[in-house]
């Protein structure tokens, strides 16, 4: 039996559309406020992605990516700076670029 994220990391991997949707979600809802969800989303797109052990390299570290894993929880309250760095880092491992954003008028 696979555990859910298992398989979200899996289709994180094999679909790069998915992967494009799941970080720009991942990064909405940090402005809604939505920290824990949005760091377990992070959490699953860095281990599809560039991993731990290579994402602790980019931040010069050498505890192999376990201070950042444990940064990416439900009950952690990374920094903006790190958030951003991650995310930062997850774009340029992927060759992706942000656009900017739609702002619409609250409902």
Do not use: W
Request: net charge negative; glycine share 6%; proline share 3%.
């Amino acid at each position: 039996m696979r555990y859910a994220n298992e398989v979200i990391v899996e289709e994180l991997r094999n679909d790069r559309e998915f992967l494009k949707a799941h970080l720009a979600n991942a990064i909405l809802c940090l402005f809604n406020r939505q920290l824990p969800l949005a760091c377990i989303m992070l959490r699953d797109i860095v281990n599809a992605t560039i991993g731990f052990p290579g994402l602790a390299e980019k931040f010069g570290r050498t505890d192999k990516g376990k201070g950042l894993m444990q940064m990416l929880t439900e009950k952690s309250n990374p920094t903006s700076e790190n958030l951003f760095r991650i995310i930062a880092e997850i774009m340029e491992h992927e060759g992706l670029s942000f656009s900017g954003a739609d702002i619409k008028d609250a409902a």
